[in-house]
């Protein structure tokens, strides 16, 4: 089936610094989607883009749809504490309603 | 505007018990799914509805699960018997075709323990 492998899996990094993770895919995909998930919560959707190339921003974030459609990156600028979560990239494929496949998932947390 | 309510938040139950779990979508939504998450598989579609109907329930790992979906406002999820591995944190989240089927709408989730 397809995966998604999202790195790195966990990193740790100071605030106000800049953060950067991806998303690969073995297939490809018509929608990528990013959602950041806090603890005891369900993930919450930041960002979908809809074509190979796309360069998306919701605020201090900013997500590419890769152009061979097999990847997707997240960048956050600018890092506060309340950016930790858990970052989780999300596909789907096309041909009608498609199910969404999640990542693995990247665990961030951020040091005053 | 209420969003996806699961209930209950908390469940403990000893192995061989019937375990439901319940969800209520957004308004309007058309599309209803069920995801559990663990650890070491991360998070995994069980089944989806779409305007009540059962779509794929591929991801269902035996038939001790099952799901339902009534009406367009109720959904149910129902292990039994349950079992230790059965332990994780179930999701339901609800999406609208009309306005991007895609954007899924989770909510808070049910820690379920199986003791």
């Known amino acids: 089936g397809q995966q998604l492998n999202q790195s790195p899996q966990s990193m740790f990094i100071q605030e106000g610094e800049d953060v950067s993770m991806n998303c690969t895919s073995s297939?490809?995909?018509?929608?990528w989607l990013w959602y950041k998930q806090e603890p005891g919560e369900g993930p919450v959707l930041l960002i979908a883009?809809?074509?190979?190339?796309e360069l998306t921003s919701n605020g201090r974030l900013t997500a590419q749809f890769g152009i061979t459609r097999k990847d997707s990156f997240l960048n956050i600028s600018a890092s506060i504490p309340s950016d930790v979560g858990i970052y989780f990239c999300?596909?789907?494929?096309?041909?009608?309603?498609?199910?969404?496949?999640f990542g693995t998932g990247t665990k961030l947390q951020v040091i005053p | 505007d209420a969003g996806v309510i699961q209930s209950p938040r908390h469940e403990v139950t000893e192995m061989g018990q019937e375990v439901t779990l319940r969800c209520k979508p957004i308004?309007?939504?058309?599309?209803l799914f069920w995801y559990r998450q663990t650890m070491m598989r991360g998070l995994e579609l069980l089944i989806y509805?779409?305007?009540?109907?059962?779509?794929?329930d591929s991801g269902m790992p035996e038939d001790r699960f099952s799901a339902k979906m009534p009406n367009a406002s109720f959904s149910t999820l129902k292990i039994q018997p349950s079992e230790p591995r059965d332990s994780a944190v179930y999701f339901c989240?609800?999406?609208?075709?009309?306005?991007?089927?895609?954007?899924?709408?989770f909510g808070s989730g049910t820690q379920l323990s199986v003791l």
């Open positions: 989240a609800s999406s609208a075709t009309g306005t991007g089927g895609e954007k899924l709408f």
């Open positions: 999300a596909g789907q494929g096309s041909g009608g309603y498609q199910k969404v496949t």
């Open positions: 883009l809809y074509k190979a190339g």
């Open positions: 297939s490809i995909f018509n929608t």
């Open positions: 308004s309007g939504h058309d599309y």
């Open positions: 509805f779409n305007n009540n109907v059962p779509i794929d």
